[in-house]
């Protein structure tokens, strides 16, 4: 075989093993695309809450929060999840019965959920996520509409997430 030839079938060789060799000693779970294309997809897909609430009509929300994530996906998913919760607060503040205050408790419960099988690393997030779902301008508590709102859709997403 002539040299040139030899050359390219060992680099076409290693180009077909580069996957595999990745894949190897890595049992890190891949955060879903869905979950890293901003506010937009996650506001749409929270309309169907206290529904089954997925996003591209797939993804759950809670497996937007993965078992030994990559900081940078972590920090992605993180500041979409905070802004779309200090949206979602704005709005339901205005009107604790409406849809904001169950598309939160939805979100606040789905991401819950996820955090739970991930060892602490989400911990962070969830403290700052449930801080921009109850935040109140005058400080003290939300109005029990919103309360009561909140609550039933944050059990539905523990359960459905």
Do not use: W
Request: net charge negative; glycine share 10%.
């Amino acid at each position: 075989m002539a040299p040139a030839l030899k050359s390219l079938a060992a680099i076409v060789a290693v180009a077909a093993l580069a996957p595999v060799l990745t894949a190897c000693g890595s049992d890190r779970e891949q955060t879903p695309s869905a979950c890293l294309d901003g506010r937009g997809p996650f506001l749409t897909a929270l309309e169907q809450a206290p529904d089954a609430v997925l996003l591209e009509e797939a993804t759950p929300i809670s497996d937007c929060l993965t078992k030994d994530q990559p900081a940078g996906d972590l920090g992605e998913v993180g500041q979409t999840l905070i802004a779309v919760a200090t949206q979602l607060n704005a709005e339901a503040r205005e009107d604790p019965d409406g849809s904001a205050s169950t598309e939160l408790g939805y979100l606040v419960g789905a991401s819950e959920a996820g955090a739970a099988e991930t060892a602490g690393i989400h911990t962070d997030l969830i403290r700052r996520l449930n801080a921009a779902a109850r935040f109140n301008r005058g400080g003290g508590p939300l109005p029990a509409a919103f309360e009561r709102t909140f609550g039933a859709a944050y059990v539905a997403a523990r359960e459905n997430g």
